[in-house]
């Protein structure tokens, strides 16, 4: 398989991004690599391609709706509010609410599920998408500089068509939010190579490898500081071939993140261009269809040189192309040797010790995989390739809210925000501050109260996870590191309750079969009508009815005292 068909995703919006200054993350990086591309003649040999971008719709298909809605509806302005002052959707300061950040996650998914059609349609062997490979990104939450995981959007759309999708991540961090999104199916098999320990995002041990129906297709390799080519080729190529052979993908997703080359600002690994350029190569041979997304990547020139290498790499014209840099735009940036490579440097490689690790390591990962069936079987059925409208040639339909339930959605807005800024200042008070308090923990990702940041889903998987949140930007969990503590649930507090987790949107109404009508369960409102919610004194039954639309307060009640 020499040569082999390659189609080029590239849209020139998704440099002019920016995350904000100072950050670690700068999408012109996808436009420089485009620009070294082109000024080496690559596009004349591939289907050049601008994707379309994915709406909200196509996002949802792994992320939840409520999430989705709020990416395209931040702005730097409104973060505070939208996130309840940074406890939901963007926790930290890894994930700014830049502006466009909505059309910068359309443009990068976009680019991978137009090039998981492509690859499943037959229309091309190798496709390439440097504007995505997103792994952190989870199903209701950004993570580590991702928003919105295009990864996983990309694999789903395979599935369609393929049995058997295999996944590889050589990010210098663990790809957690695409293992977390297949960590219970056989057909999604995830093989991460990885820093581990003191390091962001603290997961991806070698014996997390899945659970219920997809144990064992979770592959992890943790590896330490200062890894070389010699070592990385000689645990990569065995791993993966057993893999390949035991089951059997019908194709495959590499996600080249950069930031596991030497020098590179967060990373601590000691790869060379050609060093990381080797799995790309070695996937080619194989003939099985292949995605290869961007990722990581945070010292910029040397992000370049790579992904332009690995370009020629799945063109087959590695050893043809000059090393010594045409000139381009950005050719200044790529002083003072002006060539197409990234050098090792001096760092000690702690994975070739004499404690024999890589070999331990390797042992270990070949007895889980032996006790996988060989190629697991699914049954397959034809699915359309287009929804029903998208057939028929209909327009999109636009759902337009009646005025009563915008009315209705702001009155229980304003209410929410209110009893969010009491319980936030309530939260303050020195008996919350006790030890053994809920309030030392953070907030879950289902947004209830609990030390860990990971999803319930995951918290079986990673006993020896740290309870606080790590920062892409440290190594290690920094004690100044900002959260918003719990909420207390609002209804339990005013009934004198435990303290439990915060509720949104929480009905206190009943059906009153005597009455025949709706009335509340204590007479204690949620504040649509402006009352307060914590007004004990309003004892008794309130009768509430529903009048064209709008919610009414009888004023009469039935006393239960």
């Known amino acids: 398989?020499?040569?082999?068909?390659?189609?080029?995703?590239?849209?020139?919006?998704?440099?002019?991004?920016?995350?904000?200054?100072?950050?670690?993350?700068?999408?012109?990086?996808?436009?420089?690599?485009?620009?070294?591309?082109?000024?080496?003649?690559?596009?004349?040999?591939?289907?050049?391609?601008?994707?379309?971008?994915?709406?909200?719709?196509?996002m949802t298909?792994?992320?939840?709706?409520?999430?989705?809605?709020?990416?395209?509806?931040?702005?730097?302005?409104?973060?505070?509010?939208?996130?309840?002052?940074g406890t939901r959707f963007l926790v930290g300061d890894d994930n700014p609410p830049f502006d466009g950040v909505f059309e910068f996650c359309s443009i990068s998914a976009g680019g991978s599920i137009d090039a998981a059609k492509r690859i499943a349609s037959g229309a091309t062997d190798i496709a390439i998408n440097w504007a995505g490979g997103l792994h952190h990104a989870k199903k209701r939450e950004?993570?580590?500089?991702?928003?919105?995981?295009?990864?996983?959007?990309?694999?789903?759309?395979?599935?369609?068509?393929?049995?058997?999708?295999?996944?590889?991540?050589?990010?210098?961090?663990?790809?957690?939010?695409?293992?977390?999104?297949?960590?219970?199916?056989?057909?999604?098999?995830?093989?991460?190579?990885?820093?581990?320990?003191e390091y962001f995002p603290?997961?991806?041990?070698?014996?997390?490898?899945?659970?219920?129906?997809?144990?064992?297709?979770?592959?992890?390799?943790?590896?330490?500081?200062?890894?070389?080519?010699?070592?990385?080729?000689?645990?990569?190529?065995?791993?993966?071939?057993r893999i390949l052979e035991w089951f059997q993908p019908s194709a495959v997703v590499l996600q080249c993140g950069s930031d596991s080359l030497a020098g590179d600002k967060l990373g601590c690994f000691n790869l060379t261009m050609e060093g990381h350029a080797n799995c790309a190569r070695y996937l080619r041979k194989s003939g099985l269809p292949l995605i290869l997304l961007g990722g990581g990547g945070y010292t910029v020139k040397n992000v370049c040189r790579t992904w332009a290498y690995e370009t020629a790499c799945a063109l087959n014209i590695e050893d043809d192309i000059d090393r010594n840099l045409p000139w381009n735009a950005y050719f200044e940036w790529f002083g003072p040797r002006y060539r197409l490579e990234v050098l090792s440097n001096n760092m000690a490689d702690m994975n070739t010790k004499d404690d024999g690790y890589l070999d331990n390591l390797k042992e270990t990962i070949f007895r889980q995989i032996s006790r996988l069936p060989f190629a697991p079987s699914v049954q397959?059925?034809?699915?359309?390739?287009?929804?029903?409208?998208?057939?028929?040639?209909?327009?999109?339909?636009?759902?337009?809210?009646?005025?009563?339930?915008?009315?209705?959605?702001?009155?229980?807005?304003?209410?929410?925000?209110?009893?969010?800024?009491?319980?936030?200042?309530?939260s303050s008070s020195s008996e919350d501050d006790e030890p053994?308090?809920?309030?030392?923990?953070?907030?879950?990702?289902?947004?209830?109260?609990?030390?860990?940041?990971?999803?319930?889903?995951?918290?079986?998987?990673?006993?020896?996870?740290?309870?606080?949140?790590?920062?892409?930007?440290?190594?290690?969990?920094?004690?100044?590191?900002?959260?918003s503590r719990v909420l207390e649930d609002s209804h339990s507090r005013a009934r004198g309750g435990p303290r439990g987790a915060r509720r949104f949107f929480h009905s206190n109404a009943v059906w009153d079969p005597v009455l025949k009508t709706v009335v509340s369960k204590d007479g204690i409102l949620d504040g649509v009508d402006g009352t307060d919610p914590f007004d004990l004194e309003r004892r008794g039954r309130t009768i509430l009815r529903m009048n064209n639309g709008d919610m009414d307060v009888d004023s009469t009640a039935v006393s239960v005292e």
């Open 202 to 241: 603290g997961t991806g041990h070698v014996e997390d490898h899945g659970r219920g129906k997809g144990l064992g297709y979770a592959v992890n390799v943790p590896l330490r500081d200062g890894l070389t080519d010699e070592a990385f080729k000689s645990i990569f190529e065995p791993v993966i071939q």
């Open 1 to 58: 398989m020499s040569k082999r068909r390659v189609a080029y995703y590239y849209d020139n919006d998704a440099g002019m991004f920016s995350y904000g200054y100072g950050h670690a993350m700068k999408p012109q990086r996808i436009r420089m690599t485009h620009d070294l591309v082109a000024t080496y003649g690559m596009l004349d040999k591939m289907q050049v391609l601008r994707p379309r971008r994915a709406d909200a719709t196509t």
């Open 142 to 197: 950004a993570s580590g500089f991702c928003y919105v995981n295009d990864i996983v959007l990309g694999i789903l759309e395979l599935l369609r068509t393929f049995p058997r999708v295999l996944y590889i991540d050589i990010d210098c961090h663990h790809g957690d939010g695409v293992e977390e999104a297949f960590y219970t199916t056989d057909r999604v098999m995830t093989c991460s190579f990885h820093k581990f320990g």
């Open 436 to 483: 053994g308090s809920i309030y030392e923990g953070y907030e879950s990702e289902e947004g209830r109260g609990g030390r860990s940041r990971t999803s319930p889903a995951l918290q079986h998987m990673y006993p020896h996870q740290q309870a606080k949140r790590m920062s892409i930007y440290n190594t290690s969990h920094p004690s100044s590191y900002s959260h």
């Open 61 to 85: 298909r792994f992320h939840t709706d409520e999430y989705i809605h709020f990416l395209t509806k931040v702005t730097p302005e409104t973060a505070e509010e939208l996130t309840y002052h």
């Open 380 to 426: 397959m059925q034809e699915v359309p390739s287009e929804g029903l409208g998208e057939h028929l040639g209909m327009p999109e339909m636009v759902l337009d809210e009646s005025k009563e339930n915008e009315d209705l959605d702001k009155k229980l807005g304003e209410q929410y925000r209110r009893v969010f800024g009491l319980l936030r200042n309530d």
